[in-house]
Structures are given as C-alpha cells and as structure tokens.
C-alpha cells in the first residue's frame, strides 16, 4: 500500500507544473535530438497555435501506447490547457519521441468509453505513481478524478511520412 499524498504536497506539485520555465525546459533536449534523455515516457508535441498561427511546443507524459502508430496524452489541466485547445482547434501536428525526427500526427479526443479504459489501464500498469500524481492532477484541475471521461485524453495517431 501507498503513502496518500499530502493536500500540501499536491498543491506544490501543481505549483511546479504551473511553472512555466521549467516545464519548458525539456524542450531543448528535444530539439538537439536528445529527447532519449526524457526516457520512453515523454515525447514532445507540436502543434499550432489557433489564434497567432505560431507552431508552439510541449513535452508531456505518454498516457498510453497502445499500438506502434498511436500515443496516448493526458491534459493534466483539462480543457484549460492551451496545447489541448490548439489541438481541438487544428488536430494535424508533429510528435518527437525519443531523439527520433519528428513524425505527423492526427490527433483525436477519446470518447468517455475509451477515455475510461486508458484510465483503468494507466492505474492498473503504474498504480504506486497513479498514487502519487493524481492528487497532484486533482489539484490542477480544481476537481475529483474518478473516471478517464474525468480528463480529456487524446490519441495521436503518427501519419505515415
């Protein structure tokens, strides 16, 4: 059994997640083709801003993976999350994983079926550490977390090249 996580504590790991020039940082590693660094669980999106046009970029979790050509990512931040936003707006982007080449991407919302699903998958494979940052990822979204309908999940389906 798990230590619960402290509200204190998931305050300050929202905190963190909110400060911008640190989740930022990974970026770079992206770019110099170093992304292997972030291990296999986190890959960099980009995608285009829908008001300025501008390609924006952001390193998340990988949620899932549940075939060679589609990556599972949670928005930790709900609807709210910019990155999510510009996606609903313009779903073609590029998904970097690893210190690979960036690969196109179509991105799609899991409907509340297959969103529940990913969850209950995600909980059953990394339990001790879904522990520890759900409290975190309540905190951010200002609410429970009981389902995978809960938290938008979008699937990034890579496109042959």
Do not use: C
């Not at 798990?2 to 590693?29: N, Q, Y």
């Not at 075939?67 to 936003?85: K, P």
Request: proline share 7%.
């Amino acid at each position: 059994m798990t230590t619960p996580v402290s509200p204190r504590i998931a305050r300050l790991g929202g905190r963190v997640l909110r400060t911008r020039w640190l989740v930022r940082a990974p970026i770079g590693l992206y770019r110099a083709r170093l992304g292997a660094l972030m291990g296999s669980r986190m890959l960099m999106l980009e995608h285009t801003g829908r008001t300025s046009g501008a390609t924006r970029y952001v390193v998340l979790e990988v949620f899932g993976h549940p075939d060679a050509s589609t990556y599972l990512i949670v928005s930790g931040f709900g609807e709210r999350a910019q990155w999510f936003r510009n996606l609903e707006a313009d779903p073609h982007a590029r998904v970097w994983v690893g210190s690979r080449r960036p690969v196109p991407a179509l991105a799609e919302r899991l409907d509340d079926a297959a969103a529940d699903a990913a969850l209950d998958d995600y909980t059953r494979r990394y339990a001790k550490g879904w522990a520890k940052l759900r409290p975190v990822v309540e905190n951010t979204l200002g609410r429970p977390l009981e389902r995978g309908r809960d938290i938008p999940i979008v699937a990034l389906h890579l496109q042959p090249r």
